[in-house]
Each structure stands twice: as structure tokens, then as C-alpha cells.
């Protein structure tokens, strides 16, 4: 509500309308803005549960006179409502609400450890313009390394499939998944994802071909492993000899959920970050904290070079 210009109110509901918790600028004029939650909530639940009842994910903007209404959901348990007059950016009212609402189911679900804070690369995607991403069906590549058991099979599982498996295989060599993301009603990326086995030395030989013709690339780390950090270099110089250095990288710090077993800090992170021009993200394949996010990033940064 106070990193959305414009933003006047907040509600979360159940998918039956019950409200959860509401909260207003004081600004705003708490009695109206409380009475159009309440209408607003009235008017559109029977909407909502007919159009995307059967729907995990669903973002909707209505706008009613001088006011936006913005419904957002992320699972099965809640819908988030954000009301905001005519300035508000609807790629910002999108980006931040998908967040959200994220970070709601997790709590809801009782999750432990969430973090409330906004990463910088959601900052970033809200300050896409309106309008200005082409419309299409696009296809790139992308690739993701990082050491074995750092997680890279369960982030891809995450996204793809939104599931999470306990047990482990390592990725031998490289697994290609596909991916359909609708930034809006015009605009679909087709994502190759590329699961490059994380054995830096017995695989070297062969990963050359893995790496042609990348678009961009996640470096994944363990946060539970001092040690990963190190393998930054041997990752971003291999991106850099088979891609070249024309391709978005982000570094991601996995297994974040991990909280008492966390041996690599955010500060650390971003340090490494800021030193190669990286941005970062912290993620868990397990909750799917940040997991879209990630994804979500690399399909904007992709449509910026081809537009």
C-alpha cells in the first residue's frame, strides 16, 4: 500500500468473500474506502467464483469511475483486493499484487520465516511502463547451473508444475522443461528451461552445448552451503565463454526456508551481486517463496532486448 502510488486501500478475503483483514491510508477517508471494500467485495465474490473458482492464479483490473479495483489470488485460500485511484500503474498494481498474494497463501498455509520485505528485482518489474511490452507469442532459452544439490530440479518443478518433491536425483547432464507465461491477454513467453547438471568437473567436457544459444541464465546457490559461494566465478565464466556476456544473469539464494541452517547471508549475496552487476533474489523451491518472481524477471528482461 505505500510503495504503489495511488493505492488507497487493501483487503484479503476468502474465496467465499469473508474478510480477513482490511486496512486503509488514513488519507483515503477510512468510512468510504471501508464502504467500497465492502461493495466492491459484495458486488464481484459471485463474479470471482464463477469466472475463476476452478482457477489456483487469476489477476483481474476493473475500473469503476474514479477508482481501479484489483483482484488477485495465488492459491485456493485467499484473494487479495487493492483499491486505487487513476494513477496507479496497472504493471504495478499486477507486479506487487502477484507478490502479495504469494506471500499470503504462504502465511495462510502457516509457513514459518516468510519474508515481508519486497526484493529489488519486484521494484524493478513494477517500473515497467503500461503499454510499452510487445505483443506475441516469444520463445527463449534459458538455462540454470549452479553445484549439484543446490536445487535447480526443484525451482524448475516449482515453476512449472508449482510442486515441490523431497526426494533427490541429480540432474546427469541437462533436462529441457517448457513453460507458457501470459504477462497479459497479447503477450505469451514460451520459456526453454535448460537443467544443466551441477558436476563442475566431470561434466565440463560436454556443457558447452547446453550453454548456445541462451538468452539469460540463473546462477543458483545454496544458502546452506558456505562453500557455493566460491562457485559463482566457475558458473559466470562459463556463461561468459559459451554465451558471451549479452545475457541477463540473475543469482538466486536457494533453500532460504532453511533459516537456522543458513550459512551464506543476504549481504553476501548481494554483495557478489552488486560486484558482477547481478541482480539477486532469495527463493525456497519448498515454500515457493520468490520462485515466479525469479521467473517472472527474466521473461521482462527478455521482452526489453527484443523490443
Not at 548456445?212 to 546462477?219: H, K
Request: hydrophobic share 40%; aromatic share 8%.
Amino acid at each position: 500500500m505505500q510503495s504503489v502510488e495511488g493505492v488507497l486501500a487493501i483487503t484479503i478475503c476468502d474465496r467465499e468473500g469473508l474478510v480477513i483483514t482490511s486496512e486503509s491510508k488514513e488519507d483515503a477517508g477510512d468510512e468510504a474506502v471501508i464502504g467500497a471494500i465492502a461493495a466492491a467485495v459484495d458486488s464481484y465474490i459471485e463474479r470471482i467464483k464463477r469466472e475463476f473458482s476452478g482457477e489456483t492464479t487469476f489477476f483481474n483490473i476493473t475500473t469503476i469511475g474514479d477508482k481501479k479495483f484489483a483482484y488477485c489470488s495465488k492459491g485456493l485460500q485467499s484473494i487479495l483486493l487493492t483499491i486505487s485511484d487513476l494513477t496507479s500503474s496497472d504493471t504495478q498494481l499486477r507486479v506487487f499484487s502477484e507478490h502479495i498474494a504469494g506471500k499470503i497463501e504462504l502465511l495462510l498455509e502457516g509457513n514459518e520465516n516468510v519474508s515481508l520485505e519486497v526484493p529489488t528485482i519486484v521494484k524493478i518489474l513494477s517500473t515497467t511502463k503500461d503499454g510499452k511490452i510487445p505483443k506475441g507469442n516469444f520463445s527463449t532459452k534459458l538455462i540454470l547451473v549452479g553445484n549439484y544439490k543446490v536445487g535447480k530440479t526443484s525451482l524448475i518443478m516449482r515453476f512449472v508444475e508449482n510442486l515441490f518433491q523431497e526426494s533427490y536425483h541429480s540432474t546427469i547432464g541437462v533436462e529441457i522443461s517448457k513453460k507458457d507465461m501470459e504477462l497479459s491477454e497479447d503477450t505469451i513467453i514460451n520459456f526453454a528451461i535448460w537443467d544443466i547438471g551441477g558436476q563442475i568437473t566431470q561434466m565440463a567436457p560436454y556443457r558447452r552445448r547446453f550453454y548456445e544459444g541462451a538468452q539469460s541464465a540463473l546462477i543458483i546457490i545454496d544458502r546452506t552451503r558456505p562453500d557455493n559461494l566460491k562457485s559463482i566465478d566457475i558458473w559466470h565464466n562459463e556463461i561468459k565463454k559459451y554465451v558471451g556476456t549479452d545475457v541477463d544473469i540473475i543469482l538466486v539464494g536457494n533453500k532460504s526456508d532453511l533459516i537456522e541452517n543458513i550459512g551464506i547471508s543476504e549481504d553476501e549475496i548481494k554483495d557478489v551481486a552488486d560486484e558482477k552487476s547481478f541482480h539477486y533474489i532469495l527463493t525456497s523451491a519448498k515454500t515457493g517463496e520468490n520462485v515466479h518472481d525469479a521467473f517472472l524477471y527474466i521473461a521482462y528482461k527478455f521482452l526489453e532486448s527484443i523490443s
